[in-house]
């Protein structure tokens, strides 16, 4: 139909299984793989399991004996570092990873000569994944020589398909040869498409169902949906035997059914004879193309079930029952049969083939010219394009896994992306892509969950098979152990499960009876019990999390806090039984204060000699602000300090006039003719006028020169005459151009007079109203002579 109209596309979003870098929040990926976590994360937990699960920094001392007095078992969670700090051997700690396992590693092909060609490895992995920490493993990818294609070749045959309909039928031979040239292993198909059989995409009057060609002299086909004319096949004359009976066809409205064909050609695997191979689809038109939503205009409301529905004659029989299939649609079915489409399009609906590849993976768009002689060039250029693009993709992820890809490619890596890509990747060339792999904090799913990473366009694929790790495997369990009072209870990593009716650390006290006569023992000096920090059991004080001693009576959370932080923090202190103890740069009672003073001088000075440090921070004398006290707006500076004595000794007025000799004592002055560029001078109001003066400190004594008052005429005379004669000027001035001004309005009112008076004299000389009237009498005696 008409080629120039072009149609809206409705964006949605195609979800290819991928998660944001915005949740690795707790951890830093190293470039070997290896997890670097931040501190302060780790929180007591009263089990090993709980504690593993809490955060991916927290290990676990199984030792039995770790424990103090008064202490929970919840204080066995810690860093690795912590615990190893409070005395847990290293082969006592229970601290799980992530880890992988090869299972299926088959190296990689070179070239398509043996019956199996491997591109992607390894094929199989065993990952073990700890919640919280990302564990990485690397994928391998070496394109093959002479990898087999599969092409198919779907055709719009509406009417204004006409021209290029005769280039396609003499196509055969050259599009073999063309693909032959980058392997010997190449099959092609042919289908065609039209549209719907319903108004308002076709005529549904019998004349137009049987020959919709708009001239009735000339014989078209009957409309259709889609038609599968050949199966693939490496035999070039029966493609071109079965192309040239066909014939155009042609329909109502300008978008045409081509989200039908595609989804046909891509579902129908066995009519089609799709291999296991690169498979491209050649998508050929003129004009847009109807999509979900708009059969309702014909009555069709059932949506596209994306199944084969080709009668015995390769036709789309379901056309009119189910509606066109959606955008996403497509682009999912594309992408999950490996199939990439190349969508050659003439330039008047160029761009808007160019947004619907955006949304379609693994997919390129050529400008096809009117008759389609350039649809070879167009192939062979779109098949070594996304050939030479490299595209890692997971799919059939749990929604809680998240995923990121770092690749290394021939012309450098890029790290964090939502999926692997490679791009101008040659034959033989391998590239590298490290998949990284998080489960969120706290996620416990015992069940074995997998996944599966491939490269889009390729049907291999890399099976990935995750375990959580869920608990600790302490290897010392011991069902009725002698460790906990001879078989009151179970041991497992430290820790004892009592019985039922068995209470305490090693499960030695009975449930019932025993709080009355035991009491005593968790109270100092008849205080509370276990100074409400804790409980008490069998007369031994288990303390709450963070407490500690015999009568829970150390709190290591109850010390003074520096900007919010505990003891300002742990680089700068520790809370010990509610007192800091400071590192070696910080004192004070919350280790708040820094012993360092790099932040108080500025050329070894400190604080501008205007105050003193005190914790890394300048205490400024009275007047003066800033971080270096650098500011006073009320103080005296260096010139200002030594006018007093300049003004007293020079002039005898002033502040000091009547103590100049006693204040000014160490002041030498001396009187100049010049300034001396050497010194600084400084000018100041002394009495009634300035003084100008340099000065010079020699320990407490003061050397002052003052430039000496040059005597200067009285000008007074002078200037008076100046102003009177410049009074006198601008008079004069202003008087001429008056003069000036009224004289140019004269000459103007002159000029206008004079024209009206000539305008006057012409209208006199041409205007018979203007002219006298004169009679002529005729004397009869005259007459009759």
């Known amino acids: 139909m008409g080629r120039n109209k072009q149609r809206r596309i409705y964006s949605m979003n195609y979800i290819v299984n991928s998660m944001s870098l915005a949740t690795i929040f707790m951890l830093i990926i190293v470039g070997n793989g290896k997890?670097?976590?931040?501190e302060g994360y780790c929180k007591p937990s009263p089990s090993c399991k709980e504690c593993i699960l809490s955060h991916p920094s927290c290990a676990w001392c199984k030792d039995l004996n770790f424990t103090k007095v008064g202490e929970a078992d919840s204080s066995r969670c810690g860093t690795q570092e912590q615990l190893l700090k409070r005395g847990c051997d290293q082969d006592q700690i229970m601290d799980p990873r992530s880890s992988y396992k090869i299972l299926e590693d088959t190296p990689l092909s070179d070239n398509s000569d043996k019956k199996t060609v491997t591109q992607l490895a390894p094929q199989k992995i065993q990952l073990t994944l700890r919640p919280g920490e990302r564990k990485s493993f690397t994928v391998r990818f070496k394109r093959a020589e002479g990898y087999p294609v599969d092409l198919y070749y779907l055709m719009d045959l509406s009417y204004s398909m006409k021209d290029d309909l005769e280039k396609v039928k003499r196509l055969g031979n050259d599009l073999l040869a063309a693909l032959k040239n980058v392997t010997n292993s190449v099959k092609i198909g042919f289908g065609s498409f039209v549209d719907k059989t319903v108004l308002p995409f076709v005529s549904t009057k019998k004349s137009k169902l049987l020959n919709p060609c708009p001239d009735r002299m000339e014989q078209c086909q009957p409309p259709f949906s889609f038609k599968h004319v050949l199966a693939l096949t490496?035999?070039?004359?029966?493609?071109?035997?079965?192309?040239?009976?066909?014939?155009?066809?042609?329909n109502l409205d300008s978008p045409e059914g081509g989200f039908d064909a595609i989804m046909q050609a891509a579902v129908c695997t066995d009519q089609i004879g799709w291999r296991n191979v690169t498979r491209l689809l050649v998508f050929t038109s003129d004009d847009t193309f109807h999509m979900a939503g708009d059969g309702k205009l014909g009555g069709i409301y059932f949506p596209s079930d994306g199944r084969c529905h080709l009668d015995k004659n390769g036709v789309y029989e379901k056309s009119n029952f189910f509606d066109y299939p959606s955008v996403g649609h497509v682009a999912n079915i594309l992408s999950t049969s490996n199939i990439q489409p190349i969508f050659a399009v003439t330039g008047s609906i160029l761009s808007t083939y160019q947004e619907l590849s955006q949304m379609i993976p693994k997919s390129v768009v050529g400008e096809l010219k009117e008759d389609s002689s350039n649809v070879i060039q167009l192939i062979s250029e779109a098949y070594n394009d996304l050939s030479s693009t490299i595209t890692l993709v997971h799919l059939q992820v749990p929604p809680e896994i998240q995923i990121v890809y770092s690749s290394h490619c021939n012309n450098g890596s890029v790290f964090g992306q939502?999926?692997?890509?490679?791009?101008?990747?040659?034959?033989?060339?391998?590239?590298?892509?490290?998949?990284s792999v998080q489960a969120p904090v706290g996620l416990c799913q015992q069940d074995v969950q997998s996944f599966k990473v491939k490269v889009l366009g390729f049907s291999e694929e890399l099976s990935v098979e995750v375990r959580m790790v869920c608990d600790c495997n302490c290897q010392d369990e011991e069902p009725f152990s002698r460790k906990c009072s001879d078989g009151n209870g179970n041991f497992s990593c430290g820790v004892c499960s009592c019985a039922k009716s068995r209470l305490g650390k090693a499960c030695e006290c009975e449930q019932v009876g025993?709080?009355?006569?035991?009491?005593?023992?968790?109270?100092?000096?008849?205080?509370?019990?276990?100074s409400g920090k804790g409980r008490c059991e069998c007369g031994a004080c288990v303390c709450n999390t963070n407490v500690r001693g015999e009568h829970c009576e150390c709190d290591d959370t109850s010390c003074e806090r520096h900007d919010g932080l505990l003891c300002?923090?742990?680089?700068?202190?520790?809370?010990?039984?509610?007192?800091?103890?400071?590192?070696?740069n910080y004192t004070g009672s919350a280790c708040g204060c820094s012993t360092d003073m790099s932040e108080c001088s500025i050329d070894g000075v400190e604080c501008s000699g205007h105050g003193h440090c005190e914790c890394n921070r300048c205490i400024c004398d009275p007047g003066y602000f800033e971080k270096l006290c650098t500011k006073c707006p009320g103080c005296e500076n260096r010139c200002q300090r030594y006018r007093s004595c300049v003004e007293c000794q020079v002039f005898g007025t002033g502040l000091l006039g009547e103590n100049c000799t006693l204040v000014c004592s160490k002041v030498n002055l001396t009187m100049v003719e010049r300034q001396d560029e050497a010194f600084t001078w400084c000018t100041e109001k002394a009495g009634d006028s300035l003084v100008t003066f340099s000065f010079e400190e020699e320990g407490d004594n003061v050397f002052i020169n003052v430039l000496a008052k040059q005597e200067v005429a009285d000008q007074t005379q002078n200037i008076v005459i100046g102003l009177v004669l410049g009074i006198v000027l601008i008079g004069l001035?202003?008087?001429?151009?008056?003069?000036?001004?009224?004289?140019i309005y004269d000459r103007k009112e002159y000029a206008r007079f004079e024209k009206e008076r000539t305008n006057v004299e012409w209208k006199e000389l041409n205007n018979p109203l203007y002219k006298s009237a004169t009679t002529t009498v005729v004397n009869p005696k005259f007459s009759m002579d």
């Open 568 to 584: 300002g923090g742990k680089s700068q202190g520790t809370c010990s039984c509610g007192n800091c103890k400071c590192t070696a």
């Open 35 to 38: 997890t670097v976590f931040k």
């Open 733 to 743: 001035l202003l008087i001429i151009a008056y003069r000036i001004t009224v004289e």
């Open 514 to 530: 025993y709080q009355n006569d035991l009491d005593a023992g968790c109270r100092a000096n008849g205080s509370q019990l276990c």
């Open 418 to 435: 939502t999926r692997g890509e490679c791009s101008n990747v040659k034959i033989n060339e391998l590239v590298k892509f490290d998949v």
């Open 234 to 250: 490496d035999n070039a004359t029966e493609f071109e035997i079965k192309v040239s009976e066909q014939n155009i066809s042609g």
